[in-house]
């Protein structure tokens, strides 16, 4: 039945042949035109509007319009998707705006517990992005304006351009499901690898993270006695085997005199386990701390905020020793003294707090083993001290 502006009120539910590739579609009292066409061979449709809206003449005059347009290559669009266009134009944030708001996000939904590792986020953001990006609405920002972020660093500062990537590809992902924007700028795969060495072909400046044991039995004169602050939270770090994360913002509250444990709580945690690790103290570890006096809260003087933003130990480190060693680094010296003595790998993994075993073992095996760990804790401190002289 020929659809026509008399006859169409009357019309049956169902799909109704109004002009080539336009369709009036019929549901109850409802009326609506739909366009439908091919675009790589997937068959889509798109509402041109209420019949009560739209004349049967003005709905054939789109269509045709769509159809021709089609031949060029370009997509339907109808004047409420301009309006809608415009109207995200005008209300569409900037760059600045939403990754801020994005990283607060971002941190909520991980559930980061750790300050510093969102405070990195936005410093990375802030310093290499926002120059490039920070006016730029989100819709605007292309391929080559994330060129533009990268290019100038990831030569130099190769470990910090890639993280700013990653970044960004999480904030654009959420620009993405917000519909802000279409694709995604900052994908490495078929995108940003076209133009950027990949991170494995470019030479890295080489730093001796990990000390030698006989390294470190020479150089623990530098931090014994332990007098000052550094000193004293190096050696505790050394002694415990831990991050500095876990090891300098310590309270005093966390440590067992009767039992000689040390517990690390959750939150410092950094395989996330919703219970404390404990660490067995070895008799030098608990001479030191009781050589500390008690100034506040935290054994240290140094709380976890600011141990982010003020203080660090790496270059204290490296301008005590004279050497390029870093503080994590003391972690795979124990590690590699641990394989170097027989001690049993879960005992050396469960030491620094590392997860053993697959998830069946690691539900089986629930114990920290604490007390198998209390001799391995004693002879590591033994060996640390074991080239200082008696009069040290």
């Not at 890295?204 to 006989?214: I, R």
């Not at 939270?233 to 005199?257: C, H, Q, Y």
């Not at 517990?263 to 001479?287: M, N």
Request: charged share 30%; proline share 5%; glycine share 4%.
């Amino acid at each position: 039945m020929q659809v026509t502006a008399k006859n169409i009120s009357k019309l049956p539910d169902g799909k109704h042949s109004v002009a080539p590739n336009l369709t009036l579609l019929v549901r109850g009292p409802s009326r609506s035109y739909i366009f439908r066409y091919m675009v790589d061979g997937k068959r889509r449709e798109k509402s041109l509007g209420s019949a009560a809206k739209i004349s049967i003449t003005e709905a054939k005059e789109l269509a045709e319009r769509f159809r021709v347009g089609l031949t060029r290559g370009e997509l339907p669009v109808t004047p409420k998707d301009e309006l809608k266009e415009e109207a995200k134009k005008v209300f569409e944030p900037t760059f600045k705006d939403y990754a801020l708001k994005t990283v607060e996000k971002i941190a909520s939904v991980r559930l980061w517990k750790n300050e510093k590792h969102k405070e990195q986020w936005f410093s990375t953001i802030k310093t290499y992005a926002m120059p490039v990006l920070g006016d730029k609405k989100m819709s605007e920002i292309k391929r080559a304006d994330v060129l533009a972020v990268l290019q100038p660093i990831w030569l130099t500062k190769t470990e910090t351009a890639s993280r700013v990537r990653g970044r960004l590809e999480n904030i654009f992902s959420y620009a993405i499901t917000d519909g802000l924007m279409e694709y995604n700028p900052a994908l490495w795969r078929g995108n940003l690898e076209r133009d950027l060495p990949p991170l494995t072909k470019i030479k890295q400046v080489e730093h001796h993270e990990s000390m030698p044991m006989e390294v470190l039995q020479e150089k623990i004169g530098c931090f014994y006695p332990a007098t000052n602050r550094s000193r004293r939270a190096i050696l505790f770090t050394i002694l415990t085997a831990s991050r500095v994360g876990e090891s300098v913002p310590a309270k005093w509250e966390e440590i067992d005199w009767e039992h000689k444990v040390w517990s690390v709580p959750p939150e410092r945690r950094k395989d996330g386990k919703p219970y404390p690790h404990r660490v067995p103290l070895s008799t030098q570890a608990i001479d030191l701390l009781k050589s500390i006096e008690r100034k506040s809260e935290y054994i240290f003087g140094v709380s976890e905020k600011s141990l982010g933003s003020r203080y660090s130990l790496r270059s204290i480190l490296q301008k005590m020793t004279k050497t390029e060693y870093t503080m994590h680094g003391f972690r795979s010296t124990f590690r590699d003294w641990c394989a170097e003595n027989g001690v049993a790998d879960i005992l050396a993994e469960k030491s620094m707090s590392h997860a053993t075993g697959n998830a069946v073992t690691q539900a089986y095996q629930r114990s920290d083993l604490l007390e198998q760990r209390r001799p391995v804790m004693q002879a590591w401190a033994d060996a640390v001290f074991s080239k200082l002289s008696s009069a040290d």
